[in-house]
T-cell receptor, first 114, second 111 residues
Framework: NAGVTQTPKFQVLKTGQSMTLQCAQD?????MYWYRQDPGMGLRLIYY???????DKGEVPNGYNVSRLNKREFSLRLESAAPSQTSVYFC?????????????FGSGTQLSVL | TQLLEQSPQFLSIQEGENLTVYCNSS?????LQWYRQEPGEGPVLLVT?????EVKKLKRLTFQFGDARKDSSLHITAAQPGDTGLYLC???????????FGTGTRLKVLA
């Protein structure tokens, strides 16, 4: 089983460039999440989608937009990249929203903004 | 503001030693989870604790949920090099549906 697939694995951008991080899951999960991981700060929630057609802001949404394209796919867009967005980005999914749900993670996208 | 604070941030120990990692919050959580992350990979769920005071064991790992459901601990007995990794606690604060993660504890077990 593929689980959660993220593309690309690595990306280098110049300040001001835009890009979209892609995420797809094949587990028929309803909820999907985007996190960023920075040293000493664990994982911080950027946006999440409780179900197809809905999205909501997390802890650090500024500078990002998301699209829940269908049940399988949840993309994260940086419209005008900034050096502060240099980070490792993880997509995750769970069957339902709420507590006690197991989150399944992709292997991450390492993004550098110069 | 980080709702879930973990300590210590870094831990380097010899094989065979015991250790405890703490996850603390001023907020109440319906449940807390522990994940382990290895380099180049996403976190993987180890356990979920649900009831205040609950203790769960996973081989040499013992997880405890505080009575007030504001904190949790992870104790590893006789650590092995394979335990090396980043340990993260996570949970959904009461009244929300947003999974948040702790600051993480990076463990290195030396052979």
């Amino acid at each position: 089983n593929a689980g959660v697939t993220q593309t690309p694995k690595f990306q280098v951008l110049k300040t001001g460039q835009s890009m979209t991080l892609q995420c797809a899951q094949d587990m028929n999960h309803n909820s999907m999440y985007w996190y960023r991981q920075d040293p000493g700060m664990g994982l911080r929630l950027i946006y999440y989608s409780a179900s197809e057609g809905t999205t909501d802001k997390g802890e650090v949404p500024n500078g990002y937009n998301v699209s829940r394209l269908n049940k399988r796919e949840f993309s994260l867009r940086l419209e005008s990249a900034a050096p502060s967005q240099t980070s490792v980005y993880f997509c995750a999914s769970s069957y339902h929203r709420g507590n006690n749900e197991k989150l399944f993670f992709g292997s991450g996208t390492q993004l550098s903004v110069l | 503001t980080q709702l879930l604070e973990q300590s210590p941030q870094f831990l380097s120990i010899q094989e065979g030693e015991n250790l405890t990692v703490y996850c603390n919050s001023s907020s109440v959580f319906s449940s807390l989870q522990w994940y382990r992350q290895e380099p180049g990979e996403g976190p993987v769920l180890l356990v979920t604790v649900v009831t205040g005071g609950e203790v769960k064991k996973l081989k040499r790992l013992t997880f405890q949920f505080g009575d007030a459901r504001k904190d949790s601990s992870l104790h590893i007995t006789a650590a092995q090099p394979g335990d090396t990794g980043l340990y993260l606690c996570a949970g959904v604060p009461s009244g929300t549906y947003k999974y948040i993660f702790g600051t993480g504890t990076r463990l290195k077990v030396l052979a």
